[in-house]
T-cell receptor
């Protein structure tokens, strides 16, 4: 079956530190992979995506590369800001007519000034 | 802003009651999915609607039901509410094309509290 595993949080970093949030997946077929971000009291916002192996998604300084050989999609950012504090969710979608999304449990990021 | 709206934003009900949550899709999108997000957890898939028909369902009992209307807006109905139904309910819209690959765009959610 399909599933997503994320590193447990919270992750606490100082401003301008390097960020890595690990995400691994199990899937049948060739899923698309996503990172969503959720700010307190809000819904999920799409951060970036990759639809095939070796694709790199990027947005707002965040990057993630679809690694089929390691079934991973780790999120990275070179220099975090206080405004990046949020909960980050890794997700995969199976292909075909029924495009169900599977989410990880989320990783809370706290960035201190 | 994703263009996906949900109403109401917050709701308080008592056990055994029924609730209807509403979602308006992003313009041009033809598919709506509903998720339940318990506190501190990731969203769990409830079901998806495409062309006004249920097109897939997660591990939720039949008292969770839905509708999709010709304008692609949608409703989630929950009967016989239980305490464990307290959660954030998220609606996501997407455009189903020929490639089979979709990106889901989420609304802000409805926070339901069952007492």
């Amino acid at each position: 079956g399909n599933s997503v595993t994320q590193m447990e949080g919270p992750v606490t970093l100082s401003e301008e530190a390097f960020l890595t949030i690990n995400c691994t997946y199990t899937a049948t077929g060739y899923p698309s992979l996503f990172w969503y971000v959720q700010y307190p009291g809000e819904g999920l916002q799409l951060l970036l995506k990759a639809t095939k192996a070796d694709d790199k998604g990027s947005n707002k300084g965040f990057e993630a590369t679809y690694r089929k050989e390691t079934t991973s999609f780790h999120l990275e950012k070179g220099s975090v800001q206080v405004s990046d504090s949020a909960v980050y969710f890794c997700a995969l979608s199976d292909q075909g007519n029924f495009n169900k999304f599977y989410f990880g449990s989320g990783t809370k990021l706290n960035v201190k000034p | 802003e994703t263009g996906v709206t949900q109403s109401p934003t917050h709701l308080i009900k008592t056990r055994g009651q029924q609730v209807t949550l509403r979602c308006s899709s992003q313009s041009g999108h033809n598919t709506v999915s509903w998720y339940q997000q318990a506190l501190g957890q990731g969203p769990q898939f409830i079901f998806q609607y495409y062309r006004e028909e249920e097109n897939g369902r997660g591990n939720f009992p039949p008292r969770f039901s839905g509708l999709q209307f010709p304008n692609y807006s949608s409703e989630l109905n929950v009967n016989a509410l239980e305490l464990d139904d307290s959660a954030l309910y998220l609606c996501a819209s997407s455009l189903r094309g020929t490639s089979g690959k979709q990106t889901q765009y989420f609304g802000p959610g409805t926070r339901l509290l069952v007492l």
